[in-house]
């Protein structure tokens, strides 16, 4: 079983950055793929970005690219989301997961944390 921690989450205005991160305990944290989700009010769980076992592949959504990255230290045992340039439409819960296999689909991933509360204001 693999236990995810996000933490990072807050209130920034729009234009401004935030680091989210997760911390991964009770597996082997590099064998995994780690990925971000986000929930906005009212929509469904969507996709914001996913990252290799080892670094090497990551892959993002159309509306973060270019804004947020995606990291990982697997020395740690933390993956990262340092997100720039926010947008009031990026409010959101963040949630990260973790999975055998790169993928965009929530349903692919088999663990899941809490979640972190990131609101951006206009």
């Known amino acids: 079983q693999v236990q995810l921690v996000e933490s990072g989450g807050g209130l920034v205005q729009a234009g401004g950055s935030l680091r989210l991160s997760c911390a991964a305990s009770g597996g082997t944290f590099s064998s995994y793929t780690m990925g971000w989700f986000r929930q906005r009010p009212g929509k469904e769980r969507e996709f914001v970005s996913a990252?290799?076992?080892?670094?090497?592949?990551?892959i993002y959504a159309d509306s973060v690219k270019g804004r947020f990255t995606i990291s990982r230290d697997n020395t740690k045992n933390t993956v990262y989301l340092q997100m720039n340039s926010l947008k009031p439409e990026d409010t959101a819960v963040y949630y990260c997961?973790?999975?055998?296999?790169?993928?965009?689909?929530?349903?692919?991933?088999?663990?899941w944390g809490q979640g972190t509360q990131v609101t951006v204001s206009s």
């Open positions: 990252i290799s076992w080892n670094g090497g592949r990551s």
């Open positions: 997961a973790a999975n055998r296999g790169i993928a965009t689909s929530s349903r692919a991933y088999d663990y």
